[in-house]
């Protein structure tokens, strides 16, 4: 049974940082796309990271652009969101998600397995 934990989450003042953390189990993701979402309160779910299988191209949303890195470590069937600067508006439940790779491209419709969530709150 796959399964993908995320960790990391909690509460921040506003400029400081937070690495999240996915962990894949149940069978490897090495071949797989792998992305950060979240979503706010009375939002939908927005994609704010992916990172291609190999690990060299990635793609941020504008929103966290230079402030967040995604990473991934396919031996530890692991991928990471380093987030720097955070700011109250990036309160959020962060979600793992793994679609079919090869390339830095997600959509939510792609995704064939999400986690479960971890929340972030960024207080001013």
């Known amino acids: 049974q796959v399964q993908l934990v995320e960790s990391g989450g909690g509460l921040v003042q506003a400029g400081g940082s937070l690495r999240l953390s996915c962990a894949a189990s149940g069978r490897a993701f090495s071949r797989n796309t792998m992305g950060w979402f979240r979503q706010a309160p009375g939002k939908e779910r927005e994609l704010i990271a992916v990172?291609?299988?190999?690990?060299?191209?990635?793609v941020y949303a504008d929103s966290v652009k230079g402030r967040f890195t995604i990473s991934r470590d396919n031996a530890q069937n692991t991928v990471f969101l380093q987030m720097n600067s955070l700011k109250p508006d990036d309160t959020a439940v962060y979600y793992c998600a793994v679609s079919a790779g090869p390339r830095a491209t997600m959509s939510r419709s792609a995704v064939d397995y999400w986690g479960k969530g971890t929340q972030v709150t960024v207080s001013s």
């Open positions: 990172i291609s299988w190999t690990g060299e191209d990635t």
